[in-house]
C-alpha cells in the first residue's frame, strides 16, 4: 500500500519560511518523480513544484521562482518543499504526489499524471 505522508505544515508569518516534507513508503521511491501541489481557499488545486527521479530537472510555478526549492533524498524516500520568503498569497493546502517513471523530462510532473496523492497539510501564511 502507498502512502505519501507529509509534515512541517503550520502558522507563518509573512516573510518567514517553512520546510514541507513528504515521506513515502510502499512505492520503489527512487524510480518516481514528485511534485508538490497546492489548493487555496476557493481555487483550484495548482502545481507549484516537481523533480524528476534523479534529481537532475527541478520544475517550478511562476509564483514561487526564487522563493521555493524543491530537493529529494532517495536513500530517506522524503521529497521536501523549502518555502522562503512566504507571502499570505501561499496559503493553503499543500500536496505531495508522485509519477512513475525514471525519466529525466521537463514537465512530467503535472497534476493529471501523478500516480499517488497525499492527505495534504495545511500552511496558512498572516500578513
Same mark, same amino acid.
Given at each position: 500500500?502507498?502512502?505519501?505522508?507529509?509534515?512541517?505544515?503550520?502558522?507563518?508569518?509573512?516573510?518567514?519560511?517553512?520546510?514541507?516534507?513528504?515521506?513515502?513508503?510502499?512505492?520503489?521511491?527512487?524510480?518516481?518523480?514528485?511534485?508538490?501541489?497546492?489548493?487555496?481557499?476557493?481555487?483550484?488545486?495548482?502545481f507549484?513544484?516537481?523533480?524528476?527521479y534523479?534529481?537532475?530537472? %527541478?520544475?517550478? *510555478?511562476?509564483?514561487?521562482? &526564487?522563493?521555493?526549492?524543491?530537493?529529494?533524498? $532517495?536513500?530517506?524516500?522524503?521529497?521536501? +518543499?523549502?518555502?522562503?520568503?512566504?507571502?499570505?498569497?501561499?496559503?493553503?493546502?499543500?500536496?505531495?504526489?508522485? %509519477?512513475?517513471? *525514471?525519466?529525466?523530462?521537463? &514537465?512530467?510532473?503535472?497534476?493529471?499524471?501523478? $500516480?499517488?496523492?497525499?492527505?495534504?497539510? +495545511?500552511?496558512?501564511?498572516?500578513?
Amino acid at each position: 500500500q502507498v502512502q505519501l505522508v507529509e509534515s512541517g505544515g503550520g502558522l507563518v508569518q509573512a516573510g518567514g519560511a517553512l520546510r514541507l516534507s513528504c515521506a513515502a513508503s510502499g512505492l520503489t521511491f527512487s524510480m518516481y518523480a514528485m511534485g508538490w501541489f497546492r489548493r487555496a481557499p476557493g481555487k483550484e488545486r495548482e502545481f507549484v513544484a516537481g523533480i524528476t527521479y534523479n534529481s537532475v530537472i %527541478r520544475d517550478y *510555478a511562476d509564483s514561487v521562482k &526564487g522563493r521555493f526549492t524543491i530537493s529529494r533524498d $532517495n536513500a530517506k524516500n522524503t521529497v521536501y +518543499l523549502q518555502m522562503n520568503s512566504l507571502e499570505p498569497e501561499d496559503t493553503a493546502v499543500y500536496y505531495c504526489a508522485a %509519477r512513475e517513471g *525514471a525519466y529525466t523530462t521537463r &514537465g512530467y510532473v503535472r497534476a493529471d499524471a501523478m $500516480n499517488y496523492w497525499g492527505k495534504g497539510i +495545511l500552511v496558512t501564511v498572516s500578513s
